[in-house]
């Protein structure tokens, strides 16, 4: 028999393994939750994967390298088979493109097995180490078919076939196995069917959590058939190149959150039965509890999976159905509901801190350019310095603002910590105060209240004018209604991205531009921006309080230390408390209202 025959034989064995596989896989993933199916969907897929995937693979270039040849040559190379052999054109001009793509593949290949011999820790082994060789074999049996042409030795030609066929196996047989090669296919359909398409269009919601129909009796997850069934699909996207490993702080700090596991006994648990418990059959309930939601997992990512969704779908079981959570997180729950404050504090002591200020008090009826909204800072002695700097350095630039009377929660706390009725019920209570005051924009030091206001209440139907404090002021500054007449600051400062603001609300330029245009010199730590690292006080971390090796917030200090800088230059109350707990020496923590404060004279 011919080669070119048993090249076509070996094509179309391949392709039914494949499609028997696809279909088992399809029948694990259809167990979940139903969610928009749009066929033309298909059509983003290339541009998907070709700006956004690999956007985040090009931040290791030879990675990225590898992957663009072996991938592409890949692809490149089975189209062509199926042309020439599985469709028996027998083109002999197909055969040159065929060794084109098959030598390109077998260079990524290569690269990735030379890769392979010293891998970082973060990478999975086993199948893993296999795949590049077994790709090699692949490529390598596709340049002997292309060269070979329709003559070659009987013993050759069956030494060609049996490699080609193993690596075809590779491909084939993973999908329907659960082998490493189950997202070439599994994440190109997850491009396509993306639970988060918003993501793809750049929307500012994109990182919102999406609200449960607590009316349907919707109580967060508890078995994999409770996620939709194109989250189910994402899971077996993961490539386990344990990026979000490396960038998670919890795992970092030595906590039991390890975001590749977390997806991985997703896709055992998914396999195994999808009616099985999740909590604490397959997943540990402090590993969810570990998670600062500060989303360095999702931003790692190269195939674009979304961690944080998935521990804030588990948590939201633990905290509605069970009533399960751990430490000062429950009494926490309790004082939101019976007080609207996380402290249980009386709403008047808020601004406490302005009463020698003269900043008006918004109430019912009233109007005003600018409302301030303080957050859960206002009742933090140390945070009041932050506000009090703040209202100082706004009425100096002649801003007409106020504070906001009865200023209540807004439930980002709560909806972190699995509370979304909590989260619900204090968001319509503050969107409803709001609507009885007049303004034209709404700012706030709080990446978190930020957050929430501007991109998670538009699905409550509250579309609000939200901007964070280094906004505005790097914004009054550059206006020149804040004129530094003094240096903030002698020494070197570094500056630290709160999570919420700089990979939730894509804003690392403001605090950037705010403290160049007041002189100061910024030297940063070597993870800053979207890629910063967390300090530990987000997703109720401080109060479900899982122990670890060590703190969250001490290693954040270690990397402000490494720079040199005397001040830590923060933009949330949150990152001032972490931060400020560190003991032993370290750098001043100062937020950049209060240096903008000090440098135009109204500290």
């Given amino acids: 028999m011919e080669l070119a025959t048993l090249v076509g034989a070996v094509f179309w064995g391949a392709l039914l393994v494949l499609a028997i596989g696809l279909t088992r896989r399809a029948r694990l993933w259809r167990a979940g939750r139903s969610a928009p199916l749009a066929w033309r969907a298909l059509l983003a897929v290339p541009r998907r994967y070709l700006v956004d995937l690999h956007a985040v693979v090009a931040r290791e270039p030879f990675v990225a390298r590898a992957h663009v040849a072996t991938a592409g040559g890949a692809v490149l190379a089975l189209v062509v088979v199926a042309l020439n052999h599985g469709l028996a054109l027998h083109c002999r001009a197909l055969d040159w493109v065929l060794l084109g793509a098959a030598l390109a593949m077998h260079g990524g290949a290569?690269?990735?097995?030379?890769?392979?011999?010293?891998?970082?820790?973060?990478?999975?082994?086993?199948?893993?180490?296999?795949?590049?060789?077994?790709?090699?074999?692949?490529?390598?049996?596709?340049?002997?078919?292309?060269?070979?042409?329709?003559?070659?030795?009987?013993?050759?030609?069956?030494?060609?076939?049996?490699?080609?066929?193993?690596?075809?196996?590779?491909?084939?047989?993973?999908?329907?196995?659960?082998?490493?090669m189950k997202h070439a296919v599994a994440g190109l359909l997850h491009l396509a069917w993306h639970p988060r398409p918003e993501r793809f269009a750049g929307a500012s919601t994109a990182t919102a959590l999406q609200p449960l129909a607590l009316d349907r009796g919707e109580l967060g997850v508890a078995t994999t058939r409770d996620f939709a069934w194109n989250r189910l699909l994402s899971f077996d996207a993961c490539v386990q190149c344990g990026k979000c490993e490396a960038a998670c702080p919890a795992r970092a700090a030595g906590q039991p959150l390890n975001p590749k596991q977390l997806i991985q006994d997703l896709v055992r648990a998914m396999a195994a039965d999808p009616a099985r418990a999740l909590v604490p059959d397959a997943i540990r309930a402090d590993t969810l509890w570990s998670c600062t939601t500060c989303r360095a997992c999702v931003q790692e990512c190269p195939m674009l999976i979304e961690h944080v969704d998935v521990v804030v779908g588990l948590r939201r079981h633990l905290a509605l159905a069970d009533g399960v959570v751990p430490n000062q997180g429950a009494q926490v729950l309790m004082q939101l509901r019976e007080t609207d404050t996380q402290g249980g504090h009386p709403l008047a002591a808020r601004h406490h801190w302005a009463v020698d200020l003269e900043v008006p008090l918004l109430r019912a009826g009233e109007r005003t350019d600018w409302?301030?909204?303080?957050?859960?800072?206002?009742?933090?002695?140390?945070?009041?310095?932050?506000?009090?700097?703040?209202?100082?350095?706004?009425?100096?630039?002649?801003?007409?603002?106020?504070?906001?009377?009865?200023?209540?929660?807004?439930?980002?706390?709560?909806?972190?910590?699995?509370?979304?009725?909590?989260?619900?019920?204090?968001?319509?209570?503050?969107?409803?105060?709001?609507?009885?005051?007049?303004?034209?924009?709404?700012?706030?030091?709080?990446?978190?209240?930020?957050?929430?206001?501007?991109?998670?209440?538009?699905?409550?139907?509250?579309?609000?004018?939200?901007?964070?404090?280094?906004?505005?002021?790097?914004?009054?500054?550059?206006?020149?209604?804040?004129?530094?007449?003094?240096?903030?600051?002698?020494?070197?400062?570094?500056?630290?991205?709160?999570?919420?603001?700089?990979?939730?609300?894509?804003?690392?330029?403001?605090?950037?531009?705010?403290?160049?245009?007041?002189?100061?010199?910024?030297?940063?730590?070597?993870?800053?921006?979207?890629?910063?690292?967390?300090?530990?006080?987000?997703?109720?971390?401080?109060?479900?309080?899982?122990?670890?090796?060590?703190?969250?917030?001490?290693?954040?200090?270690?990397?402000?230390?490494?720079?040199?800088?005397?001040?830590?230059?923060?933009?949330?109350?949150?990152?001032?408390?972490?931060?400020?707990?560190?003991?032993?020496?370290?750098?001043e923590v100062v937020d950049v209202a209060e240096l903008v404060a000090r440098a135009v004279g109204a500290a």
Avoid at 436 to 450: A, G, Q, W
């Fill in 371 to 587: 409302l301030l909204l303080v957050g859960e800072g206002g009742f933090d002695l140390r945070y009041q310095r932050t506000l009090r700097a703040l209202s100082r350095s706004l009425q100096k630039a002649g801003l007409s603002f106020a504070l906001l009377d009865g200023e209540t929660d807004c439930g980002d706390l709560a909806r972190r910590l699995g509370d979304e009725a909590g989260f619900q019920r204090l968001a319509h209570h503050l969107i409803a105060t709001l609507a009885t005051r007049e303004f034209r924009h709404i700012v706030t030091p709080d990446p978190h209240l930020f957050h929430c206001l501007k991109n998670e209440y538009p699905a409550l139907g509250a579309h609000l004018q939200v901007v964070h404090h280094t906004q505005l002021l790097a914004e009054l500054v550059a206006q020149g209604r804040l004129k530094p007449q003094q240096p903030a600051s002698t020494q070197p400062i570094t500056f630290h991205d709160p999570c919420y603001l700089g990979r939730y609300g894509r804003e690392v330029q403001a605090p950037r531009r705010l403290l160049a245009g007041i002189g100061v010199r910024v030297v940063e730590m070597a993870r800053h921006g979207e890629r910063s690292r967390c300090c530990g006080g987000g997703g109720g971390a401080p109060l479900t309080d899982i122990p670890g090796a060590t703190r969250i917030p001490d290693l954040r200090m270690a990397d402000a230390r490494e720079t040199g800088a005397a001040v830590v230059a923060v933009a949330c109350p949150q990152c001032t408390a972490m931060l400020e707990g560190v003991v032993g020496p370290r750098p």
């Fill in 110 to 180: 290569a690269a990735m097995a030379w890769r392979r011999r010293r891998p970082p820790a973060r990478l999975s082994r086993g199948a893993w180490s296999r795949l590049p060789y077994s790709l090699l074999l692949f490529a390598g049996a596709l340049v002997a078919v292309a060269l070979a042409g329709p003559a070659l030795a009987t013993g050759l030609a069956a030494l060609v076939v049996l490699a080609l066929a193993a690596g075809a196996a590779e491909l084939a047989l993973g999908i329907g196995l659960g082998g490493p």
